[in-house]
């Protein structure tokens, strides 16, 4: 019953009072080269934030007071530390693109793996790439994800795996990191569209069909 201002910088995960600023609690999480990009994510009583390099902790929020529990802390080769994209939870999972490259499933219990894929980011039978990005957005049973290349995915994510319905390359990669080519913007959906831009231009594409 309280509301809560939830704040990731370079050093901490904070909670204040949105409208006095008084601090709650806090939670060390040091964000490596202060790149605390993501926004916390909540699902019923747990919180994930995370960032590259393996710095992500699951938090369980208090049902009476503003406090939380730690849950677990990343590990290498557990959980996830996403760049610049923001995770997706749903029924026990995370969904979201790990910095080494791959789209990853992991228990929000336990922070286990469950599968990883490099094929929505950076193309079927490819090579994790370092920062390697691509964007989720949930509609119906299916997630659209815009990923680096250009292209605008449809996939079902579960914890079984991930599965493509479709896929376009619907804009052209107008920036380099790390020696190849990107698009790194986060689409925007409306009105039965998606509205993708690059440094370039921004384009309206339709999903009506």
Same mark, same amino acid.
């Given at each position: 019953?309280?509301?809560?201002? &939830? ?15 008084? %601090? @709650?609690?806090?939670?060390?999480? %040091?964000?490596? @080269?202060? +790149?605390? *990009? +993501?926004?916390?994510?909540? &699902? ?13 902790? +699951? !938090? %369980? ?23 610049? +994209? =923001? ?11 790990? $910095?080494?490259?791959? !789209?990853?499933?992991? %228990? ?15 193309? =079927?039978? #490819? =090579?994790?790439?370092? #920062?390697?990005?691509?964007? &989720?957005? =949930? ?25 493509? /319905?479709?896929?376009?390359?619907? /804009?052209? $990669? ?6 190849? #080519? ?13 509205? /993708?831009?690059?440094?370039?231009? !921004? *384009?309206?594409?339709? &999903?009506?069909?």
């Amino acid at each position: 019953g309280v509301k809560q201002l &939830l704040i990731w910088h370079a050093t901490s995960v904070n909670s204040l009072n949105p409208e006095t600023g008084e %601090k @709650y609690w806090t939670v060390p999480l %040091k964000a490596e @080269y202060k +790149m605390s *990009i +993501m926004a916390p994510r909540q &699902l019923g009583d747990h919180l994930f934030v995370g960032g590259i390099y393996d710095k992500a902790v +699951m !938090l %369980k929020l208090a049902p009476d007071k503003p406090a939380v529990t730690e849950v677990w802390r990343a590990k290498k080769g557990t959980a996830l530390g996403p760049v610049n +994209m =923001k995770p997706f939870l749903e029924a026990g999972h995370i969904y979201g693109v790990h $910095q080494p490259g791959p !789209l990853v499933a992991v %228990k929000i219990e336990t922070g286990e793996r469950v599968w990883e894929t490099t094929e929505p980011v950076t193309g =079927k039978g #490819s =090579k994790p790439a370092d #920062s390697a990005t691509a964007f &989720l957005v =949930k509609n119906g049973d299916r997630f659209f994800l815009f990923n680096e290349l250009g292209e605008l995915v449809i996939a079902r994510l579960s914890p079984k795996g991930y599965e493509e /319905i479709s896929r376009a390359k619907v /804009i052209d $990669q107008t920036n380099v990191a790390f020696g190849r #080519s990107v698009v790194w913007s986060h689409p925007a959906f409306a009105n039965k569209c998606a509205f /993708i831009r690059n440094d370039k231009e !921004l *384009i309206c594409v339709s &999903l009506a069909k």
